[in-house]
C-alpha cells in the first residue's frame, strides 16, 4: 500500500533544492503557493547574499526549521564559569 506526500512537503523539499545556503524551509500554512512563487520571494527577499527574515514573514512564509546559530567560541585560556583564579 503506497502513502502519498502532502504535496506541501513535496514542494517546501522541491524549493529547497533552489537555496543556496540558506538550509532553513519555509512553508505557507494558510494558502497553496507554487514552487515559482517561492523561488521568486526568496529571489526577492535575499539581500546581497543574505535571505531576509521580515521580508519572508511579510509574504506570508514561515520557518519549518530555525536558523543555524553559531556557536559561541571560548578562550581556552580562560578561567571556567564559577572559578576563582586562586586554587
Do not use: H, N
Request: hydrophobic share 30%; with cysteine.
Amino acid at each position: 500500500m503506497r502513502k502519498k506526500l502532502p504535496s506541501g512537503v513535496v514542494l517546501v523539499a522541491l524549493a529547497m533544492c533552489a537555496c543556496g545556503s540558506d538550509t532553513r524551509e519555509w512553508m505557507k500554512l494558510d494558502q497553496t503557493y507554487t514552487t515559482a512563487e517561492f523561488r521568486r520571494d526568496l529571489q526577492e527577499c535575499t539581500i546581497k547574499g543574505k535571505l531576509d527574515d521580515d521580508c519572508m514573514k511579510a509574504r506570508g512564509w514561515v520557518a519549518v526549521t530555525p536558523p543555524k546559530v553559531e556557536q559561541k567560541k571560548e578562550d581556552p585560556l580562560s578561567q571556567p564559569a564559577g572559578r576563582s583564579p586562586r586554587r
